[in-house]
């Protein structure tokens, strides 16, 4: 039961966290603004997690580099990448302990369904990713289009 515990507040935490960074970010503030992570060590293989990140298709949802699709896994800050015992034990919530707020965007990843040595693998795999995204500024047809929004309408 103690582990039980100590998961959920672990993984609750995680989540107050990661709410209280999005509701940050929704209210106009800078994504690059945020505090950076203190990251932990690796100690998977990201040669065998990317093996496991296409097999468990993250890509689905991650991208391949982990900058596109429904959530982005670098440039974020999340504190769910920041140690592999952060990342696994949000896992584990989610499959595990039942949520308190299910979600049908995700996975649910039991110990069952991805044991703790896969699960640092895939880890190191997304910590190997490095934000490759050029900045608005260096996107000439986006400055454009953005320059034309400004614009006043005419008809």
Same mark, same amino acid.
């Given at each position: 039961m103690l582990l039980h515990n100590r998961s959920f507040t672990?993984?609750?935490?995680v989540l107050v966290l990661c709410v209280a960074g999005d509701r940050a970010l929704a209210q106009g503030g800078d994504?690059?603004?945020k505090p950076a992570i203190k990251y932990g060590p690796?100690?998977?293989s990201a040669a065998r997690g990317k093996e496991l990140y296409h097999a468990y !298709?993250?890509?689905g949802c991650h991208g391949f580099n982990g900058e596109t699709g429904a959530r982005d896994l670098v440039? @974020?800050?999340s504190p769910i990448l920041a140690t592999?015992? !952060?990342f696994i034990h949000f896992l584990r919530l989610r499959g595990n302990l039942a949520p308190l707020l299910p979600t049908? @965007?995700?996975p649910n990843y039991s110990e069952k369904s991805l044991n703790d040595k896969d699960a640092?693998?895939?880890y190191a795999y997304i910590r190997s990713f490095h934000l490759d995204s050029p900045a608005v500024k260096d996107i000439p047809t986006l400055r454009k289009i953005l320059k034309s929004a400004d614009d006043p309408y005419k008809p």
């Open positions: 672990c993984a609750a935490a994504a690059k603004a690796v100690t998977g !298709t993250c890509y440039g @974020t800050n592999e015992d !952060t049908q @965007t995700m640092k693998d895939i």
